[in-house]
């Protein structure tokens, strides 16, 4: 969720489908039957091993530890989302167990998808509460695994910042979807809440304004951009990837908020077939994918429907199309 070099060197080792990741793949239990997800959390102890102690399964009590139990509701939810408006069973499409690991580390202030697996920590105690408290932290996290399976936009630069934009746009919309709210009601936080009393900030990044999230002596000011001409050249966060995903965020909210109703529906059915669509490059940029969402557009909703023309609009107000 947010930048941490080890986790970006881990993140992108993640993508390369390594025999680790088929081998955890292959030791996973089976889905659930009867059309649910299959949900694991394990606690680590504050140590960082994975997956630590398992201390929750599928159908089991909840827990007298509240991450615990956070950690299995927004996966849940989550699940559910990619189930009920996209007809996807788990990460893969195919049931993959949800796991998690929470209590990682001491004083881990981060979130992440490993490649197989959900982590999250405590936060620090400072500046950060814990990662398991927002639904669009935990959807983002995953969709992560999503995207790996999918799209598999390589983790640099432009693909890098779609990636990153993908999982703040469905993290999003897993919170929308559980709370039953449209895009004008949509708070548009990525982390709303995550910071302790006394930060200058409401979230980690906001989509309906990138770059207003948070302004604290401590954490400086959200550096995200919302237009291509504050794009941000950078050797930094492989190249900007939590930084330029503001501009094709914001063009999402701006699709969304231009067709009004729920963001899952049309605004997500466009996103969600664009990165399932199988002809998306991997290193695609901006432009690439601008123009395949109006691609996919206009084959779910026509030449000539609003649906099109917003999509083509919020792209050219936030500069990638002319
Ligand atoms: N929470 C971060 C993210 O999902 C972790 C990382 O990989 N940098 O982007
Ligand atoms: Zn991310």
Redesign the pocket.
């Known amino acids: 969720?947010?930048?941490?070099p080890n986790?970006?060197a881990?993140?992108r080792q993640s993508l390369q489908h390594d025999a680790v990741f088929r081998a955890r793949r292959a030791a996973a239990p089976p889905t659930a039957a009867g059309g649910g997800p299959t949900r694991e959390v394990h606690d680590a102890e504050h140590e960082t091993a994975l997956p630590g102690r398992l201390v929750r399964s599928e159908g089991g009590n909840p827990s007298s530890d509240d991450a615990i139990n956070e950690a299995y509701d927004g996966t849940g939810a989550t699940w559910t989302m990619f189930s009920e408006c996209f007809g996807r069973d788990s990460v893969d499409g195919a049931g993959l167990p949800l796991i998690s690991t929470v209590h990682y580390d001491r004083d881990y202030a981060?979130?992440?998808?490993d490649g197989a697996q959900m982590v999250f920590g405590d936060g620090d105690g400072v500046i950060f509460r814990g990662?398991t408290g927002s639904i669009d932290?935990t959807g983002?996290?995953l969709t992560?695994g999503v995207t790996q399976y999918t799209a598999n936009l390589v983790?640099e630069g432009q693909s890098g910042a779609l990636n990153?934009s993908i999982?703040d746009v469905f993290g999003s919309l897993a919170k929308q979807h559980h709370l039953g709210q449209s895009s004008a009601d949509a708070d548009w936080l990525i982390g709303a809440g995550i910071f302790q009393p006394g930060v200058q900030g409401v979230a980690l990044r906001s989509l309906a304004a990138p770059g207003t999230a948070y302004d604290d002596p401590r954490l400086g000011r959200d550096p995200q951009p919302s237009h291509m001409s504050s794009y941000l050249e950078t050797t930094d966060?492989n190249g900007g990837?939590?930084l330029n995903s503001g501009i094709p965020n914001h063009a999402f909210y701006l699709v969304a908020t231009a067709l009004g109703g729920n963001a899952y529906e049309a605004p997500g059915q466009i996103w969600y077939a664009t990165i399932t669509s199988g002809s998306l490059p991997e290193s695609a940029g901006f432009a690439d994918f601008a123009r395949a969402t109006q691609s996919a557009a206009e084959t779910l909703y026509g030449p000539t429907s609003p649906e099109l023309t917003a999509v083509t609009t919020a792209w050219q107000q936030v500069g990638v199309l002319p």
């Open positions: 969720t947010v930048d941490d986790l970006r881990r993140y981060n979130a992440f998808w990662f932290v983002h996290e992560h983790y990153e999982s966060d990837v939590h």
